[in-house]
């Protein structure tokens, strides 16, 4: 194994590394060893998921094992390994047990969040590596449960996350609190000028191992920035999540309110999808990642702080709904996918008013995205028709019994009827793609000619039911058989709302509508000659105009309403059958605003 891999590297660990598949080294394991073998300290720049847990793994080893096989009785631990999350330091721990095994190393670990008494016990019964988060490794120093004297090596993982994590004290507290005669060292995704000073303060003579360069930190990750309206920011996720069908994939957002709304927003379109954020407990955590891994959910949306260190093997997508904060912040995003020689698409939605920001990032990252637009409907069902054809199905051996209802099929129904039905089944188990404005939309007046020859027709819902152009205008390119182009003024009034389509265009649409000229339940549609704005007003009443010209009906009213023509308005609308836009969570009648106080010129009743 040593001669495979080119470095003498102790046979313990040469043996694990062997029965765990590895043949070859990556260039981040073999830099570290090439420094390590000089015994100095390590400053070392290297992405996540490059393979550093290992590396550092093979680095300190010669400094805990001082060239034997196997290490002593367990006592006062020999390395301090500190990460800024307790999934990355979890992940640590696991990835040191399996290489130490055969060394006979007592692995402990001590996060925030779990049981501080269990590891008391565990620190008590003794450790050779001891792997935690910086909050609680200094709680346990400070109670003398975590004793300092015999530590030879102190690694810091993703040191530049710890300090933007607020944790610089808490790291020059346990620094200082190390001996003298140690070994440091440093692994960062970025060195930023924080880093050096840390570096200067608590190392000596540090090498400085740089793996990475500009693009090749993030080779195998391919970079998008999605061009989208404004209105469509959230909406062209659910495109690009349909569109890549990802094994795994992760959404960032900034902040817990935007990771509440995506994730009820998707979970309502069919996703299977899980949240993470600041306020879950770590059970709550670890059920959430447990369910991406064994595909019970396909989409985790997270806070940048909440998703640090957590490892998903099968991660393909990486989508920035909301931009992250910094060049940095970029690429710990974007590194949890494209690991291990695997590929990874990290996609960030622009939209027009954050296209400045989104070059500035990408260029202070030394990055080159791909700027294209969001997935459309067409190319979404297109790519379904591909990934139907290529469906492994078509070429498994068919069971007798599969046969024989196959055959049944065949005698009721002909092959086209029974293969559309197929593809409506197989649709039906996905969301729907979403209806996108192109992102260089402008308002009709000023982008579009000049709209005609024209026809208009009503639709039975308006303002009182919360309707919108925005969400009428898809209903009728969906529901309606029409495209955007054929579709002109979209003007709502309180109980109806008046479309302008294209002339030559209303017949086909309204024969496709039926007898009945239902667009959507609950929504009819008739022709009519011209809008006649104002119209459902007049039927509520005067207008306000006139109202606030009228004279008082009494010395003490003020208003100069008509209580009994204000019960009957709200009658009228309670007994309106109300139609439910999408998203809405209800659209209730609305209360008159005038109220009787008793006869006009009469003193109110003494309250009792």
Same mark, same amino acid.
């Given at each position: 194994m040593q001669q495979q891999i080119g470095y003498p590297v102790i046979q313990s660990l040469s043996d /694990?590394?062997?029965?765990? @598949?590895? &043949?070859? =080294? $990556?260039?981040? #394991?073999? +830099?570290?060893? &090439? *420094? +390590? !073998? %000089? @015994? /100095? &300290? !390590?400053?070392v720049s290297a992405q996540t998921g490059s393979g550093k847990t290992v590396g550092f793994g093979l680095a300190i080893g010669s400094t805990l094992l001082g060239g034997a096989d196997r290490l002593g009785p367990a006592a006062a631990p020999l390395a301090l390994i500190v990460a800024p999350t307790r999934e990355l330091a979890f992940q640590v721990a696991r990835e040191l047990g399996w290489l130490y095994a055969k060394a006979g190393a007592r692995v402990a670990t001590c996060v925030g969040g779990m049981d501080m008494r269990d590891e008391r016990r565990t620190l008590e019964r003794g450790a050779h590596i001891v792997v935690g988060t910086p909050g609680r490794l200094r709680d346990h120093i400070g109670r003398g449960t975590l004793e300092m004297g015999d530590l030879r090596a102190v690694v810091l993982d993703e040191a530049d996350e710890m300090l933007d994590l607020g944790f610089r004290e808490d790291l020059e507290f346990m620094l200082g609190a190390a001996p003298v005669e140690r070994r440091t060292l440093l692994f960062s995704a970025t060195v930023p000028p924080a880093i050096e000073a840390l570096a200067r303060q608590y190392q000596r003579d540090a090498r400085r191992v740089t793996t990475q360069t500009g693009r090749s930190q993030h080779a195998d990750i391919a970079y998008q920035a999605l061009r989208v309206a404004a209105q469509d920011a959230e909406t062209a996720i659910v495109n690009v =999540? *349909?569109?890549? %069908?990802? #094994?795994? /994939?992760?959404?960032? /957002?900034? $902040?817990?309110? $935007?990771?509440?709304? !995506?994730t009820a927003r998707f979970a309502n379109r069919g996703f299977q999808v899980v949240a993470l954020s600041g306020e879950l407990s770590q059970t709550e955590r670890t059920h959430a990642l447990q369910a991406m891994r064994d595909g019970r959910a396909r989409v985790c949306v997270a806070t940048d702080v909440a998703a640090r260190g957590i490892d998903l093997p099968n991660l393909e997508l990486v989508i920035h709904a909301e931009l992250p904060s910094s060049p940095d912040s970029l690429l710990h995003r974007s590194g949890r996918t494209g690991r291990a020689g695997r590929k990874g698409i990290s996609a960030l939605i622009v939209p027009p008013k954050a296209a400045k920001k989104a070059e500035r990032i990408l260029k202070a990252a030394r990055i080159s995205a791909e700027w294209i637009a969001a997935p459309s409907a067409e190319e979404i069902l297109r790519r379904d028709e591909e990934r139907l054809l290529a469906d492994p199905v078509w070429d498994a051996a068919i069971p007798e019994e599969d046969a024989a209802f196959g055959a049944r099929l065949l005698d009721l129904h002909s092959s086209e009827i029974i293969a559309a039905a197929y593809l409506r089944l197989w649709r039906a188990g996905r969301s729907a793609p979403e209806e996108l404005t192109l992102p260089d939309a402008r308002p009709a007046a000023a982008a579009r000619p000049p709209f005609g020859p024209s026809a208009w027709v009503a639709l039975s819902v308006g303002r009182d039911e919360r309707a919108e152009p925005r969400w009428l205008l898809p209903l009728l390119c969906r529901a309606g058989g029409l495209d955007r182009d054929a579709i002109g003024a979209i003007r709502v009034q309180d109980t109806e709302t008046f479309v302008e389509l294209a002339e030559g265009r209303v017949p086909d649409f309204l024969a496709g509508l039926g007898d009945g000229g239902t667009l959507e339940e609950g929504i009819r549609v008739r022709r009519i000659d011209a809008p006649t704005p104002g119209a459902s007003a007049k039927r509520a009443g005067p207008p306000a105009s006139k109202q606030s010209r009228a004279k008082p009906s009494g010395a003490g009213s003020k208003t100069g309403a008509r209580p009994s023509q204000d019960r009957k308005n709200a009658s009228e609308r309670t007994s309106k059958p109300t139609f439910k836009a999408p998203g809405a969570k209800g659209s209730a009648p609305r209360a008159g605003k005038a109220k009787a106080k008793g006869k006009p010129g009469t003193k109110p009743a003494p309250k009792r």
């Open positions: /694990a590394l062997f029965e765990r @598949g590895y &043949d070859t =080294l $990556t260039p981040v #394991q073999e +830099a570290v060893i &090439d *420094r +390590a !073998l %000089e @015994g /100095a &300290d !390590l400053l =999540l *349909r569109f890549h %069908e990802a #094994q795994n /994939a992760i959404v960032f /957002a900034n $902040t817990r309110a $935007t990771v509440s709304r !995506l």
